[in-house]
């Protein structure tokens, strides 16, 4: 029995092009399949407390999906990924994260703390979700600190929610990590 809204030779043609399929997948190809399983988001929040208030790094999106909407760091779980000893795992995300902040160096190890599903116009994820300080003062090229009790009406609707999250497991008198 074929799959909803697909003939037996659909599918099994879809099986046999899946099994070509390399690692890297064009951009309209990912935004067509991507509605169809729930991705794993791998979220960098990065926090610092300027005048006694928690503050979260941020940038504008220049991708597709998100264009002009501001955001946390963060990268998709990809195929080529390969499992590490570092970052419970997601070290391949990690480093493609510190990448687009210019190769910043953490104050800490990212600490993962907590995980959230959800919906959003790309289809289902789930992040995984690091609260993150940088080693050094200086604010990467591209980007800005806000702060939380005050976050952007173009933010990116469920980065909100993992950046509550993420400052909720964050040590405000002592700017490091409960």
Request: charged letters at 20%.
């Amino acid at each position: 029995m074929a799959s909803e809204g697909l003939t037996e030779t659909e599918e099994e043609l879809i099986i046999d092009l899946m099994k070509k399929l390399g690692k890297e997948w064009a951009p309209e190809f990912y935004r067509a399949i991507s509605p169809r399983f729930a991705l794993t988001a791998v979220e960098g929040v990065f926090l610092k407390i300027i005048q006694g208030v928690p503050n979260v790094l941020l940038h504008t999106r220049t991708d597709d999906v998100w264009r002009g909407w501001s955001a946390i760091p963060g990268s998709i779980l990809r195929a080529s990924d390969q499992p590490t000893k570092l970052f419970n795992g997601l070290g391949d995300a990690i480093s493609r994260i510190q990448g687009e902040l210019g190769g910043i160096k953490f104050k800490i190890s990212p600490k993962p703390v907590d995980t959230f599903f959800h919906q959003n116009r790309r289809g289902p994820e789930n992040s995984v979700i690091f609260v993150c300080e940088l080693d050094k003062e200086t604010t990467p090229k591209g980007f800005w600190w806000q702060s939380v009790n005050s976050l952007p009406q173009n933010l990116i609707p469920h980065h909100a929610a993992v950046i509550k999250i993420a400052a909720a497991n964050f040590n405000c008198t002592k700017t490091a990590f409960v």
